[in-house]
């Protein structure tokens, strides 16, 4: 258990759909992040917070659309996605930028039919 | 720009033997280096990190990493394999040039330990 959760653990949707998935920090970290995890691919970083505001945007399609209340949460919402976007969808904490370690949750797998 | 290769997409070793599993790194200033590991079903989970100090850095469950930096490379090593540890290792480098939130990993490298 490393303090990061994330529901739902597994997600179907159809193309048309609307959903988010959300992710909950209880270390008291400043920054989180969204990551993909594609089959035989490297991580890709989707987006960060730190103290709730948006430091990183890689250049991710709009139908992914983040959301971060308070430091604790994370949420992504998803719509009008493609069969493409089916992955491991990983969302991480770290105490700030810079040298700290992050903090991994299980992981939500998404599969868009 | 910051980067992080692994050689290797496998790499199979026996119960008790030692394994190394390779990385190198290509950074335009000091390299902060960190090995993760992903069991089936896991997120990602801290290993080890190298910030500074000593080349040999030793982290969780017997795992150590050699940092080198004459041949830009920071593989990791434990002397004797289990099972358990069987396993997706991903290297990772910070990218301070971006202000330090990006974390660029490697493809990985699934290790497979056989009784």
């Known amino acids: 258990e490393t303090g990061v959760t994330q529901t739902p653990r597994h997600l179907v949707m159809g193309m048309t759909n609307k959903k988010s998935l959300k992710c909950e920090q209880h270390?008291?970290?400043?920054?989180m992040y969204w990551y993909k995890q594609s089959a035989k691919k490297p991580l890709e970083l989707m987006f960060v917070?730190?103290?709730?505001?948006?430091?990183e945007n890689n250049s991710v399609p709009s139908r992914f659309s983040p959301e971060c209340p308070n430091s604790s949460h994370l949420f992504l919402h998803l719509h009008t996605l493609q069969p493409e976007d089916s992955a491991l969808y990983l969302c991480?904490?770290?105490?700030?930028?810079?040298?700290?370690?992050?903090?991994f949750g299980p992981g939500t797998r998404l599969t868009v039919l | 720009a910051q980067s992080v290769a692994q050689p290797e997409d496998q790499v199979n070793v026996a119960e008790g033997n030692p394994l190394t599993v390779k990385c190198t790194y290509s950074?335009?200033?000091?390299?902060?280096l960190f090995w993760y590991v992903q069991y089936p079903n896991r997120g990602l989970q801290f290993l080890l990190k190298?910030?500074?100090?000593?080349?040999l850095v030793k982290g969780s469950y017997g795992f150590e990493a050699e940092f080198n930096k004459s041949q830009t490379s920071f593989h990791l090593k434990k002397p004797s394999a289990l099972v358990s540890d069987s396993a997706l290792y991903f290297c990772?480098?910070?990218?301070?040039?971006?202000?330090?939130?990006?974390?660029?990993f490697g493809a990985g490298t699934r290790l497979f330990v056989k009784a």
């Open positions: 190298y910030i500074t100090g000593d080349n």
């Open positions: 991480a904490s770290s105490q700030d930028r810079g040298l700290d370690t992050q903090y």
């Open positions: 270390l008291g970290h400043n920054a």
């Open positions: 917070y730190s103290l709730e505001e948006r430091v």
């Open positions: 950074v335009s200033g000091n390299p902060y």
């Open positions: 990772a480098v910070r990218d301070m040039d971006t202000g330090g939130f990006k974390t660029i």
